[in-house]
């Protein structure tokens, strides 16, 4: 069993024109390990997040994935991207395909799985994620939590060694969060890999093996939810931390 970090990112750095949006980001997550990146707005959660799997360029530093280094173009940066699932705030499905459809098109064509051996998975997954009986629909006629499960599942058909979440509970109503929490809770419970951007501090403190604090585009602060919920190290962590309490 490989002994790399899943997940590596040394001296990271980018830039937004004259916007220094990461600062020298060293983060490893491990194997089985549920990571969760909190901070205020624009402080470089989603950035960092889209950069693991090359959905932005990084100016300088180097990100590897099981310990290999993710190249700038071609097969071998597919292949890597292909191991991380990522789940977005706006689900990103196909508006036009069936939810079924949704979850097998990855499989078959980037996997080379066959087609019936596509549709069982999916539909094991649909399942597994609480929305079975929606195969046959087109995501609109589904609610945002629903498309949210349906999107999970779709980057679990591809099998990979991590998955990322981009704030995947910020674009739905309050009774539709419980549903997806729930679904990336027993994930964790199972042993995926997971970094999780979330203002979701109820599920960073239950579920997180560590938090990471950003703000400014740098980790401020990182450590347990035990320690970082009750005792915060720096000011800005503190601050935070009280301003969503005050809400």
């Known amino acids: 069993m490989s002994e790399h970090p899943v997940i590596e990112l040394r001296h990271v750095e980018k830039h937004f024109g004259e916007l220094h949006v990461l600062k020298d980001i060293n983060l490893s997550v491990a194997r089985g390990e549920v990571v969760v990146v909190i901070g205020p707005s624009g402080s470089g959660k989603s950035t960092l997040c889209r950069t693991i799997n090359r959905l932005e360029t990084i100016d300088s530093g ?68 609480g929305v079975g009986d929606q195969a046959r629909k087109v995501p609109a006629q589904l609610s945002g939590g629903q498309q949210q499960r349906a999107a ?12 990322l979440f981009d704030e995947p509970t910020s674009a739905l109503d309050p009774e539709m ?15 995926m890999t997971m970094l999780v951007v979330t203002h979701e501090m109820n599920f960073a403190r239950r579920v997180a093996s560590r938090v990471i604090f950003m703000e400014n585009g740098s980790i401020l602060e990182e450590g347990s939810p035990e320690s970082f919920f009750t005792h915060p190290q720096t000011q800005r962590a503190q601050a935070f931390l009280q301003s969503i309490q005050d809400h």
Not at 152 to 161: C, D, G, N, V
Not at 177 to 191: K, P, Q, Y
């Open 177 to 191: 969060i419980g549903e997806v929490l729930n679904v990336m809770t027993e994930l964790a419970r199972e042993g």
């Open 62 to 129: 180097e990100i590897r994935i099981d310990g290999e280094r993710i190249p700038r173009e071609g097969k071998n940066l597919a292949r890597l991207r292909s191991q991380i699932g990522m789940v977005f705030q706006s689900f990103n499905l196909f508006p036009h395909r069936t939810v079924l459809d949704n979850v097998t098109i990855a499989p078959v064509d980037v996997l080379r799985i066959p087609k019936k051996q596509a549709r069982e998975e999916a539909l094991r997954l649909l399942e597994r994620v």
């Open 152 to 163: 999970i599942a779709r980057a679990l058909a591809m099998h990979p060694k991590a998955m």
